[in-house]
């Protein structure tokens, strides 16, 4: 069983900056992949960046602008927002996978609000 709390999310103007922060605990060391996605109202969600061992990889519509690293082990992962844009506004949820069993966990996510 793996938890995980989001934090981070806030109200910022165009051209500013968030750090969003997903905090693992239970079985993290068990996660083998951890991302995150945003949804924004009427729309799909949307992956925007993730991490393994393997490195990161990021959606278009965000790289060069977000960054996401891992802080310690398995428990904490950030994702470093700059240059945030209003078509950023949306929820952002952080998952993580386990490979035993086979399990993908998901936060309750945090919002994000950008004004033009």
């Known amino acids: 069983q793996v938890k995980l709390v989001e934090s981070g999310g806030g109200v910022v103007q165009h051209g500013g900056s968030l750090r969003l922060s997903c905090a693992a605990s239970?079985?993290?060391?068990?996660?083998?992949?951890t991302g995150w996605s945003r949804q924004a109202p009427g729309k799909q969600r949307e992956l925007v960046a993730v991490?393994?061992?393997?490195?990161?990889n990021y959606a278009d519509s965000v790289k060069g602008r977000f960054m996401i690293s891992r802080v310690n082990a398995n428990n904490t992962v950030l994702l470093q927002m700059n240059n945030l844009k209003p078509e950023d506004t949306a929820v952002y949820y952080c998952?993580?996978?386990?490979?035993?069993?086979?399990?993908?966990?998901w936060g309750q996510g945090t919002q994000v609000t950008v004004s033009s």
């Open positions: 998952h993580a996978r386990i490979s035993t069993p086979p399990y993908r966990y």
């Open positions: 239970g079985s993290s060391f068990n996660i083998y992949y």
């Open positions: 991490i393994t061992s393997g490195g990161t």
